[in-house]
């Protein structure tokens, strides 16, 4: 049998950029097969076949950083999950101020769930921006800013709220992505 590991294969897929993933596959098959024949052995050239593509992880994954457009990714993450919950507090913050005695600024079941149906609404917009393996990189961002963003709010929230937020921004990235990845596929 020539052909290195299959799950090898795959994790060099999964980190690679596209236009990259077949070349640098293509140049380690080639060196497999040499090896094995000459050098190593099938198993010598397996393990061989291993290291070189764990040893690839990184420069791949920030060869993909750098020809991708992830500030403006970020950008759009940030402003779908932390950015609506500071703009919707301040609204709220506004709506209170006009009520005369109100002395508690403790937000309400309306309040909760208007900001999450927004948070998922923003979220999966956002999310049609992000390719299926661009959401690796985008949940974990959407998880920090919807902290942060829970953090900024000023008014005393339910401590569920935040996890109910980072849950809704996971759905909704998800769903966008989805999405455009459907839209993809009927094209032609």
């Not at 080639?30 to 024949?37: A, D, G, L, N, T």
């Not at 990184?58 to 992830?70: D, I, T, V, Y």
């Not at 900001?115 to 923003?122: A, G």
């Amino acid at each position: 049998m020539n052909n290195p590991s299959v799950l090898a294969s795959l994790l060099l897929h999964a980190v690679a950029p596209p236009a990259f993933a077949h070349c640098v596959e293509g140049d380690l098959q080639e060196e497999f097969s040499s090896i094995q024949i000459v050098e190593r052995g099938h198993l010598g050239a397996r393990w061989w076949y291993w290291r070189q593509v764990l040893r690839s992880i990184q420069p791949l994954l920030a060869s993909g950083l750098r020809s991708s457009n992830w500030q403006i990714s970020a950008l759009i993450i940030l402003l779908a999950t932390a950015g609506e919950m500071v703009a919707l507090d301040a609204w709220w913050s506004f709506i209170l101020s006009q009520i005369p005695l109100k002395e508690d600024n403790i937000r309400g079941i309306g309040y909760l769930t208007g900001s999450l149906v927004l948070t998922l609404i923003l979220s999966t917009a956002a999310g049609s921006r992000f390719t299926l393996r661009g959401l690796a990189l985008a949940l974990p961002a959407a998880a920090i800013f919807s902290l942060l963003g829970v953090s900024a709010i000023r008014g005393i929230v339910p401590a569920s709220f935040a996890i109910l937020t980072v849950a809704a921004n996971f759905v909704g990235l998800c769903a966008g992505s989805r999405i455009r990845h459907a839209r993809q596929r009927r094209l032609p």
